[in-house]
């Protein structure tokens, strides 16, 4: 960078932009493990205010929190023949402890589906013990050779959920509206409106029988997996032995689920809403949404306009807002100015010696609309009863903005190769096109182009007009699917 101050721009290279604005807002910083990361408080705190909305809508549908082990036997893993194909390159293994090689092999978790039906089968007895609906908020590690702070690291943090049922209707039905609990958290509070719909064999969950993603489009049209609920069908609980009485008294093994989301969606709120001066945090998930700085020159000054600005402070609080006072005083106010834009809390409350004669208050807008000022001056009364409505409405203009772009960038009725081609080697987005169910055609896609197929949308995603010939030119067209490079 020429300037140290700025940001390199999105267009001229925006994975560059993207790890230099975590570490300029405080998100993160890299630790001295190769692949692991620091979540700084800042960071930090965006996460627990992911962790509690999702908390409370994982409790409004019935489910309670436990903690299960962080070393998971070897023996465990292996039981399930695909999850450990699937999961075997990014296991870390413990092999010494108190000094002495290990009988068995511990896995550092990478999930925890073995361990916890293995629990389950201890727990339950017959179909009056289920449903049985448990979450975990945990760490997880996969070894991961390419790293990126939020997006890809050794260990990250996340929340799994864990059910058994008594029937297999049961259980889909429970993957689904965790799906869809996923996308209104996705869509209502980080303000990054998903594609929903349906993974292909071969880019499920290893192990499930089905699993259901949420796409997200990021500002370089990339494709962003930000969370996955599995129907695992009876698979696990094979594997563990967990069976229960049914209600006719016969034994049958139980039909689970698993869903998760990470720390990787601070990184996709990152790339949903960054600009070149730095982040926007969506207003519900700022752990500071307005930042009150008073300006001085002399110490009559400073009295003033601190005094001043703890009413704001008090007042705002009042009315539910997250607010900071900002009163450093080896800092001029260009500097935290500078800051608190770069960290993207959304308003901003400027204070000096000319508003206090006036009665007025200066916010100034992190995010506004093109062809307006970014900063209002506005009467005191007016503008602290103003705070809570401009929150809420930038929050909705942040998802909608969102939307627009997503939609702007996706192509729909793609029918030709040279048309994909053209398309995922220039600007990228999602493509929708046709595809016969044939994964040779998803291999070739992924070695000529790098892009993968992302989902088979949900009915309300799909285009007006059913797709009817393969992409490939080869047979009909089983499904309409969305191609894009992904992170």
């Keep these: 960078m020429a300037d140290d101050r700025k940001l390199t721009p999105r267009g001229e290279d925006f ?11 405080e998100l993160a910083d890299y630790s001295p493990v190769r692949g692991s990361m620091v979540i700084r408080p800042w960071g930090y705190g965006i996460w627990e205010r992911m962790q509690r909305a999702l908390d409370d809508m994982f409790k409004a549908t019935g489910h309670e929190n436990a903690y299960f082990p962080l070393l998971i036997p070897m023996s465990f893993i292996e039981k399930e023949k695909e999850h450990v194909a699937g999961f075997k390159p990014e296991l870390a293994v413990v092999t010494h402890a108190g000094g002495k090689e290990l009988e068995e092999p511990l896995v550092i978790r990478p999930t925890s589906e073995t361990v916890i039906l293995e629990m389950f089968g ?8 289920l449903p049985l609906l448990i979450n975990q908020w945990a760490n997880v590690m996969r070894w991961e050779l390419r790293p990126r702070l939020f997006l890809r690291t050794a260990e ?13 209707e049961e259980a889909e039905e429970e993957t689904l509206r965790m799906l869809g609990v996923y996308r209104d958290f996705m869509e209502n509070w980080i303000g990054m409106p998903p594609i929903t719909g349906l993974k292909s064999d071969s880019e499920k969950f290893a192990g499930a029988v089905r699993t259901y993603t949420c796409e997200a489009m990021m500002q370089d049209n990339k494709a962003l997996q930000a969370g996955t609920s599995h129907f695992l069908g009876q698979n696990f609980s094979r594997a563990a032995d ?13 039909w689970s689920t698993s869903w998760g989301v990470s720390t990787r969606l ?5 790339m949903t809403h960054g600009d070149d001066d730095g982040l926007i945090v969506p207003p519900r998930l700022a752990p500071v949404q307005v930042v009150v700085i008073p300006i001085y020159r002399t110490d009559e000054e400073r009295s003033a306009t601190v005094a001043k600005a703890r009413e704001v ?17 080896h800092l001029n106010p260009g500097a935290k100015f500078y800051e608190w834009e770069r960290k993207g809390v959304p308003l901003r409350v400027e204070i000096g010696p000319k508003d206090l004669e006036k009665g007025n208050l200066c916010i100034a807008r992190r995010l506004f609309p093109e062809g307006e000022k970014r900063k209002l001056f ?10 809570p409505a401009r929150l809420e409405a930038l929050q909705e203009s942040m998802k909608e903005r969102a939307k627009a772009r997503r939609e702007a960038n996706s192509h729909r009725g793609v029918t030709e190769w040279g048309q994909l081609a053209e398309i995922l080697e220039g600007e990228g987005g999602f493509v929708y096109t046709g595809w016969s169910g044939d994964p040779a055609v998803e291999a070739r896609i992924k070695e000529e182009f790098k892009a993968t197929l992302r989902v088979i949308p949900d009915p309300e995603f799909r285009s007006d007009t059913a797709p009817a010939r393969c992409i490939s030119g080869e047979g009909a ?11």
């Design 156 to 168: 990250f943090l996340w929340q799994e959920g864990h059910t058994a049922h008594a029937t297999a």
């Design 313 to 329: 402070e008090a007042r705002l609080r009042d009315d539910g807002v997250r607010v900071k006072v900002d009163d450093r005083a």
């Design 15 to 25: 994975a560059a932009w993207y790890n230099e604005l975590v570490q300029r807002a």
């Design 242 to 254: 967990f069976t229960f009485q049914s209600e006719h008294g016969t034994e049958e093994y139980a």
């Design 266 to 270: 601070v990184g996709g709120m990152v």
């Design 122 to 129: 201890k727990w339950v007895q017959s179909y009056r013990d």
């Design 477 to 487: 067209a089983a499904h309409e699917v969305v191609w894009a490079r992904a992170y």
């Design 378 to 387: 506005l009467d005191e009364a007016e503008a602290l009863g103003s705070i």
